[in-house]
């Protein structure tokens, strides 16, 4: 009998580099999305999957999650960590994070850097009715160049594997949530480096391995530069991305929802008349001076816009006092390094 999946490894070092400004101070997983962030809805994802611990793989900024996530008790999940000294490939973490994991069964990856409201509940399933060694969840893109790139047969077994290239014969791609049984990991040389698209991959294949494909059509989202980032904040505002820790957040008023397309923090203050829109949030303890227009921007903790500004796709930095009558569409204000 297949045993259940209760255990998890997101990887979470990456340095973020298309992401600066923004990543000068903060790592990637750390950002935000609607006030929560993003390893956050990654890992309330997991919990009500029925997954009972994580580890975070972790490599630049390390010191940053423990202190936010703690031992994982006040979000119903047992999580611990697994640094890298040094950069170790997608492989060489989940290596390296796997001698945290207490549980047996196959175990769930995740990607650091994707928003979906894929099933995941249903990917395990299928991994099970599969007598799957690993299951990769897979969707459809309208350009696959960026990304791996996966053929299937009929019973969605994967044929082949091909990271990254101009002319894809599919555009079924990697989605970035794997499920691996613990030989697959095993397997993975401890200590070097290790990409599981170039090498682990290709080498279950080749080795006649059990290599399925899970396809979910639901909503996905590489959430790789900042302008993902604003997207990502729209659609889970908008309603047309999903995430159950953004529903707990609203649930205990850590969230609170001004209109369909504007969110907000606590402690807001709104000198009237001004206008926000077409998806914005607002953190904790901002305040908008009057007369001013915020449209499909993202205002970090303590920030203060001054009164007759236009902000339009625009990030403003925690505590970044923005001066009177500012106009300002594609920018970044407040980001420097520290």
């Known amino acids: 009998m297949t045993q259940p999946v209760t255990s998890a490894i997101l990887l979470v ?6 992401m600066q400004p923004l990543t000068f101070t903060t790592p990637k997983p750390m950002l935000k999305v609607v006030g929560i962030p ?3 809805h990654q890992i309330v994802k997991a919990r009500e999957a029925g997954v ?3 580890v975070l793989a972790t490599s630049f900024m390390a010191e940053i ?9 006040k979000f119903g999940i047992r999580i611990s960590y697994a640094v890298e000294e040094s950069a170790l490939g997608t492989g060489g973490a989940i ?9 047996t069964g196959p175990v769930v990856i995740f990607n650091g850097d994707v928003l979906s409201s894929h099933d995941l509940t249903e990917q395990m399933n299928f991994h099970a009715e599969k007598s799957a060694d690993a299951t990769l969840y897979l969707t459809e893109v309208p350009d696959a160049r960026a990304f791996g790139v996966v053929e299937l047969d009929n019973e969605k077994k994967i044929l082949s594997f091909n990271e990254k ?11 970035g949530c794997y499920i691996f049984n613990r030989d697959v990991i095993e397997s993975i040389p401890t200590g070097k480096v290790v990409s599981v698209e170039r090498e682990t991959f290709p080498t279950l294949l080749q080795n006649g391995g059990r290599l399925f494909g899970f396809v979910d059509s639901g909503y996905w989202l590489d959430i790789g530069n900042p302008g993902a980032l604003l997207t990502a904040t729209r659609d889970l505002i908008s309603g047309k991305a999903t995430s159950a820790a953004l529903t707990s957040a609203l649930a205990m008023n850590r969230v609170f929802k001004k209109n ?7 402690n807001i203050l709104i000198e009237e008349p001004s206008t926000q829109d077409s998806g914005c949030y607002l953190g904790d303890d901002v305040v908008v001076g009057s007369d001013s227009t915020l449209s499909n921007c993202i205002i970090g903790d303590g920030a203060q816009i001054g ?6 796709n625009t990030f403003v930095a925690p505590g970044f006092k923005v001066p009177a009558a500012t106009l300002a569409e594609n920018i970044f204000l407040g980001f420097s390094r520290p």
């Open 65 to 73: 999650f423990e202190p936010y996530f703690g031992n994982g008790e």
């Open 307 to 312: 009164e007759k500004s236009v902000l339009i």
């Open 165 to 175: 290239m101009e002319n894809p014969p599919t555009n079924m791609i990697n989605a």
């Open 13 to 18: 070092g990456g340095m973020g580099t298309r």
């Open 38 to 40: 993003f390893t956050e």
């Open 52 to 54: 009972k611990e994580i």
């Open 95 to 103: 290596r390296n994070a796997a001698s945290k994991l207490t549980g």
């Open 260 to 266: 369909s397309e504007v969110f907000h923090g606590k």
